[in-house]
């Protein structure tokens, strides 16, 4: 198991191995195991072995068997193996067989004292053999039962042939007590292996925090009632994520967020008696805040709408923790076989997909069932288009300049994901981010954005033009360890400079892997990248990279600059724009619109600006020109002269061809 996981860190992170379980194995003597589980163990093989030779040259010196030193040599093998029970609880079936062949020998040298007959010792070995297979193959309950029988079976037989009252005493009752006690010795350390082999086993199916399955469980319940031949197929799965709980980790500490899943997965517990369709579900953590329900029931869309209702409801008491009151959010997702997916993975997939899309909505649920099954069509038509836009270049980087305030000049562009779809034309990174998100493509994603990030730069550089890009990586992406290793050589393969590239860590969910992330973050850094932590004010725990990590810039997010004018969001700004130049930090405003925040900014003391105000995400060879131009011509001051946004559509809307061409036509020439 040990072994297993450590190919798997993240997993072993989030349900870690309770270090009191040892390893149960055949070959204790050739692990390293504790002196002492050696000592009593060789004690155990060699010590009744050397009395066996010890009684074998007695019996063939003196021609009969001092059968009372036989009883205390047995004697001493129990009191032997208690003590190994005692001490140490798993033995290994070596040490079994150890006590079952010792022991067997001297009960062999005793049925050779018994004169006349040399045929008796056929029945230690017949010992031998029952006590051990019986034991070890059997059922505990058969084997005590064959056990037994063999034991009487074998006292009747020595008796009939030798009845004597003599030879019932010294010979077959002594045969006996230590043919019981091999077996309840053996017995004993059996059940104690099984119970070991049990408790491995559930370590590793559940989830130690919360006693609900992990996530290998999960998907063995899931395959389990998906690949029976026999039966019809049901199933459907609900994704559980919590919405604000690193946030809660972060400021209450570690034990206190333990304590608030633990009383999560207990209100699901709860949840699931409750209702009628979930008497049969599995339930499991899969890692951090994540939770989900399995049912073996196939419900229709309405069902798993209604069941989804009813938990967001159940869920809406606030929680009482070591004191204190707090609120759960949750976003669920949910789908179920066979409209959403026919195998385990793909049913996950779907949920976890429908799970992200809410989460990143924040708002919860349309109430408008057609708009959502429209956008769950267009989901999943962009879903399973997504490999192929990485396939056939469908992917195009938008740049939109970072005007440093003090002089004017464009020191960095922000690369901005576009997708041109074929057939919904250009689709926001917003749409489709978070779905490469969820599916574990965005690794993929990452990389094409890397690749052609350096190309782009290696352009500008050949041209003459000085400019960094910043590249947009998602916090939950980052769990790639090769990471900075690929960055490195895709820019070496590129013949760009690997220090053009900044990383503006952006954080729209609760980052996968905490310490993996931090790895990654601090490795780009030392190869020279410059990190920014993005959207700062809205992300999960800005405050927490500032803390733990070396990072070179902040940007403070647009709906904050963009609403400048209201004293709060003044405020925020201000002090944001205090806290990173205390900490050594450049700050970007971005979303700005209009000059008047412009202004604003300068006199807080913004160091960089970044909006419509200077212009729209471009195509590269706009930006090119748009740089040029603003080497030429301060774009501040082209900015001041326009006056006004001069394209803005709506927040959010999807910058047309014309609106970039109309935008890059005005500043040029304003
Ligand atoms: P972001 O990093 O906060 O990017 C800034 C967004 O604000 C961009 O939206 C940009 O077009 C928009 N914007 C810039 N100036 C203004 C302005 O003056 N007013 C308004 N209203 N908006 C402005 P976009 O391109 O749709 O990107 C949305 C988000 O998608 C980005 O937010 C970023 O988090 C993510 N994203 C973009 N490209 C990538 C990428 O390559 N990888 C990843 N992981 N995420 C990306
Ligand atoms: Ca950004
Ligand atoms: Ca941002």
């Known amino acids: 198991v040990h072994a297993a996981s450590d190919d798997h860190d993240v997993e072993r992170e989030r349900a870690p191995l309770s270090a009191d379980v040892t390893l149960v194995g055949v070959n204790d003597f050739t692990t390293p195991s504790r002196w002492r589980t050696k000592l009593v163990g060789g004690l155990l093989v060699f010590g009744p072995g050397m009395v066996a030779v010890v009684f074998l040259s007695a019996f063939v010196a003196a021609g009969h068997g001092p059968v009372g030193l036989i009883g205390l040599c047995t004697g001493c093998v129990t009191a032997s193996g208690i003590y190994l029970l005692l001490r140490q609880p798993i033995l290994s079936d070596r040490h079994i067989v150890a006590i079952a062949v010792s022991g067997s020998i001297m009960v062999g040298l005793l049925e050779l004292t018994s004169k006349g007959q040399p045929w008796l010792p056929a029945f230690p070995l017949i010992y031998l053999c029952v006590v051990t297979l019986t034991h070890l193959f059997l059922q505990r309950r058969m084997a005590v039962a064959i056990h037994v029988f063999v034991l009487i079976l074998s006292t009747v037989c020595t008796q009939i042939i030798s009845p004597s009252l003599r030879a019932l005493f010294e010979r077959d009752l002594i045969t006996a007590a230590w043919a019981a006690t091999v077996g309840w010795i053996v017995s004993l350390i059996r059940r104690r292996l099984d119970r070991s082999t049990v408790l491995l086993f559930e370590q590793a199916n559940r989830d130690v925090l919360t006693g ?133 993975a793909e049913l996950l997939h779907q949920a976890d997909v429908a799970m992200y899309q809410r989460k990143v909505k924040r708002s919860g649920r349309s109430s408008k069932r057609d708009e959502t099954e429209a956008k769950s069509e267009r989901r999943s038509r962009l879903l399973r288009d997504l490999d192929r836009a990485l396939e056939d270049n469908e992917l195009e980087l938008f740049y939109q300049p970072k005007v440093v305030l003090a002089d004017g000049s464009i020191e960095s562009v922000e690369a901005l994901l576009r997708w041109k779809h074929r057939e919904f034309g250009y689709v926001p990174p917003d749409e489709f981010v978070p779905l490469a998100e969820g599916t574990g493509f965005i690794i993929a994603l990452t990389t094409r954005v890397l690749q052609i990030a350096a190309v782009q730069s290696a352009a500008w550089s050949n041209a003459g033009l000085n400019v960094a890009i910043a590249v947009n990586v998602s916090a939950r992406s980052l769990i790639d360890r090769e990471l900075p290793t690929l960055a490195r050589s895709i820019f070496e393969l590129a013949g760009a400079d690997i220090r053009a590239l900044i990383v503006e860590v952006t954080e729209t969910t609760v980052m996968a892997d905490v310490h993996v992330a931090k790895r990654i973050l601090e490795e780009l850094r030392t190869m020279g990248v410059r990190l920014s932590i993005d959207d700062f004010g809205t992300g999960y725990s800005s405050l927490a990279y500032l803390r733990d990590l070396a990072v070179d810039e902040l940007k403070i997010d647009r709906s904050f600059v963009a609403d400048l004018h209201t004293e709060a969001n003044e405020v925020i700004v201000r002090a944001a724009i205090q806290l990173a130049h205390n900490l050594g930090l450049a700050v970007v405003a971005e979303g700005v619109e209009d000059t008047r925040t ?37 774009p501040l001051a082209s900015a001041v002269e326009t006056k006004q946004p001069t394209v803005t559509g709506p927040p959010g809307s999807d910058p047309t061809e014309s609106d970039f061409s109309a935008a890059v036509a005005v500043l040029n020439h304003g």
């Open 212 to 344: 609900l399955s992990n996530r290998l469980a999960f998907a063995t319940v899931m395959n389990a009632a998906l690949t029976d031949d026999n039966k019809a197929l049901h199933a459907s799965v609900f994704v559980i994520d919590l919405d604000r709980f690193k946030a809660i980790n972060d400021t209450m500490g570690h034990a206190f967020g333990d304590a608030f899943l633990r009383s999560v997965a207990t209100r699901l517990q709860k949840f699931t008696a409750t209702d009628d369709r979930l008497t049969e579900a599995t339930i499991a953590r899969l890692g951090g805040d994540e939770f989900a329900v399995f049912v073996p029931l196939s419900l229709a869309r309405q069902e798993l709408d209604h069941v989804e209702d009813a938990m967001r409801h159940y869920f809406h008491d606030r929680f009482t923790v070591d004191g204190i009151n707090v609120g759960c959010e949750m976003s669920i997702g949910s789908a179920s076989y066979p409209l959403d997916g026919v195998t385990s």
């Open 598 to 634: 412009l202004s604003k900014l300068r006199s807080f003391g913004c160091d960089v600006a970044q909006g419509h105000l200077f212009s729209v995400p471009m195509r590269a060879d706009d930006a090119t020109r748009w740089i040029r131009q603003a080497r030429l011509s301060n």
